[in-house]
């Protein structure tokens, strides 16, 4: 009984004690428990995943490969990087006393990566859910994915797409929650404590981070749409609301211009635009000459004189055809991958460029209404919610820009790169091709002796005799052709151009050689073969190809290439008086138009236009610029195209064209008295 009573009472004394380390057992016990959730709702999460990158992924095959791209997005990277996380997440299972503090370090070492992939899934998020909802307007569509969810997730219910999708989501904003907890079960005093406050404080930074650039991404998709809209359509758009800001920003801008109000320095932002712009530069260049190399080679490509009788017998012409016959079908063939390999990438680069470029655009409408709202900042103090939203949208795009602009560079010189040397490629096995294939032609050539410093200097003399002979050619034929003529004068037109004659001089008057439609308010609209006078030949910016006239009624601008200077001929009866007349009593008419004629009259003086070799007894040869006399303007058959002439005491057929009338012994242009 003794023993009895004295165990009573500290069994009495005992239930405090017990119930004391119970309650000191409490948190211990929540903290265990949050953590085996963390790690037990990561697992079940990862497998999830894995479920809609695989299983579900695959079996939607229905789907444009470019819906998928968006729908799933980049959960490859979200996986890689979670199930190494997990993979560290359960190796601390082992150190269970310094479990928790291992937990708060790992977040912290996984802080970027998972900045890194969840913010470019959540940022696609929304374009996805707008191609859920497309699906549901398509019953059959929409039965189909259902149908294909409910087989792998059967708890996803009638949800589908739009529950598998939001899990990312809900799991990069649920971490700070499952720290936060494991944070509050946790002594002050413990070592594990100001880890697990960065680790919460750092996973809330993630957040705002992915929020932020998610807002930043709708701001550019808002801004980067290039539309192609037509004057009607702009001027459709226009309210007081849009003209109001537009007005705003050009007051703004013309402060800055005359020194009233400071301009913001950005010099981050400046560099960035300048190399963008000449990598743009870069990329325009290079596609406007591959668009030119690419009509050329059509054009080659589309002239094939192996087709065609060249009436040359034997010798290298036979080998030549045969050779461009080959390329024609082995060689030329290969090179046009030109087009998918070179072209279509440029143009796809040049596409990309363009979003960017108008975001660029917009950010200086942006940086003014940025620097209007923070002058009424420092001046009132407060700003309306417009304009905080403004300033907000300003500060997303320049952010936006300085965080990406670097890498879109470095893509866009690598990319063109890319393109370059694959051209270069390109080029190259095109050469060796060639040469490959025309060795055999080659060695049976007249100069495949020759080493290739002889060759060099056998060019250079013969390129030299031909551009001799060219020149010799091209006097006499200036010899023998007539001055070059202008249009007649439009009917009724001789009183005005007797105007413009005594106010301007013969020296300032040109005609229009051709139709001119005048584009701005200053150019002129004219008809070929009008009479203007020459006020200045360039504009007020110093460009020498729109030249200032006067029309006799109106003054502007018309494109020089279409004006060539009008020669005042004197009539008949003027030259009869062997007197220079009045300005005002000239005879205008236009001079008579040279041109080589392809039959010449029989019996009559012509010169050879072109050198000719005669190829039977029945021909004559010609040297350029050789006096002939035409005896027949045609054939024994009567055909226009060949003359029988006499030259050197021979006689014998040439082609008419080869011939051109012999000047006469009147001045062309000029009536000779009766």
Not at 327 to 339: G, H, I, K, W
Not at 472 to 493: I, R
């Amino acid at each position: 009984m003794a023993e009895h009573g004295s165990d009573e009472p500290s069994s009495r004394t005992g239930s405090p004690d017990g119930e004391g380390r119970v309650s000191a057992d409490r948190p211990l016990l929540h903290q265990r428990l949050a953590v085996r959730e963390l790690i037990d709702t990561e697992l079940s999460y990862l497998h999830m995943l894995r479920l809609c990158a695989s299983d579900i992924r695959s079996r939607l095959q229905q789907l444009p490969q470019g819906d998928l791209d968006v729908l799933f997005s980049n959960i490859d990277d979200v996986i890689q990087v979670n199930s190494r996380f997990l993979h560290d997440l359960q190796e601390t299972a082992s150190r269970e006393e310094e479990q928790v503090q291992l937990i708060g370090n790992l977040f912290l070492e996984f802080q970027e990566e998972l900045e890194r992939v969840y913010k470019v899934y959540c940022a696609s998020y929304d374009q996805a859910l707008l191609l859920v909802e497309t699906y549901r307007k398509e019953p059959e569509l929409q039965r189909e994915v259902q149908s294909i969810i409910e087989a792998v997730v059967p708890q996803a219910g009638p949800s589908g797409l739009s529950f598998l999708l939001v899990i990312p989501l809900q799991r990069i904003t649920k971490y700070p929650l499952l720290l936060q907890k494991i944070l509050e079960n946790t002594a002050p005093d413990a070592s594990a404590y100001p880890v697990l406050q960065r680790a919460v404080s750092a996973l809330q930074d993630v957040n705002t981070n992915i929020n932020e650039y998610k807002r930043r991404k709708e701001v550019a998709s808002k801004y980067t749409k290039v539309e192609q809209l037509t004057l009607r359509e702009r001027l459709a758009r226009l309210n007081t609301h849009t003209l109001s800001k537009k007005t705003t920003r050009l007051s703004q801008l013309l402060k800055q211009e005359a020194g009233l109000v400071p301009r913001t320095e950005d010099k981050e932002f400046d560099d960035l635009e300048e190399r963008f712009h000449w990598v743009s530069l870069c990329v325009t260049e290079m596609k406007n000459n591959v668009a030119v190399y690419r009509d050329n080679l059509e054009a080659f490509l589309r002239f094939r004189p192996q087709e065609y009788d060249l009436d040359i017998p034997g010798g290298p012409v036979v080998q030549y055809c045969s050779l461009m016959r080959d390329l024609q079908l082995q060689a030329f063939p290969q090179f046009q991958r030109l087009e998918g390999l070179v072209w279509q990438p440029l143009c796809s680069l040049a596409k990309a460029l363009a979003g960017p470029q108008n975001l660029i655009k917009k950010r200086l409408d942006k940086l003014l209404d940025f620097e209007r709202v923070e002058e009424k900042l420092l001046e009132v103090g407060s700003v309306t919610y417009e304009e905080q939203e403004a300033r907000h949208t300003f500060q997303a795009l320049n952010s936006l820009l300085v965080a990406e602009l670097p890498q879109l560079n470095q893509l866009a010189v690598r990319w063109l790169g890319q393109i370059l040397c694959t051209f270069v490629g390109l080029q190259r096995d095109l050469a060796q091709q060639a040469l490959q294939r025309a060795e055999g032609s080659l060695a049976q050539l007249p100069h495949y002796h020759l080493s290739e410093t002889a060759f060099r200097k056998l060019v250079e003399d013969t390129l030299g005799q031909t551009g001799h002979q060219l020149r010799s050619f091209q006097e006499n034929f200036e010899k023998v052709l007539p001055p070059p003529t202008t249009q007649p004068l439009l009917p009724g037109a001789e009183r005005q151009v007797q105007a413009l004659l005594s106010r301007y001089g013969p020296e300032k008057l040109y005609q229009v050689t051709s139709n001119v439609s005048g584009a701005g308010t200053l150019d002129l609209t004219l008809l070929r073969g009008q009479i203007v006078a020459l006020l200045q030949n360039k504009d007020t910016k110093g460009n020498s190809s729109r030249w200032l006239v006067d029309t006799g009624g109106h003054r502007g601008y018309v494109p020089a290439g279409k004006l060539e200077l009008y020669r005042v001929i004197p009539s008949q009866e003027e030259v009869k008086g062997q007197e220079w007349p009045h300005k005002d009593s000239r005879h205008l008419t236009p001079e008579p138009t040279p041109a080589p004629v392809p039959s010449v009259p029989a019996v009559t003086q012509a010169v050879a236009v072109y050198p000719f070799v005669a190829r039977s007894s029945h021909e004559v040869s010609l040297q350029a610029g050789q006096l002939v006399t035409v005896l027949e303007a045609q054939d024994k058959k009567g055909n226009p195209e060949w003359s029988l002439v006499e030259v050197n005491e021979q006689r014998g057929y040439v082609p008419s064209s080869f011939l051109a009338r012999a000047p006469g012994p009147a001045l062309w242009g000029w009536s000779l008295p009766s």
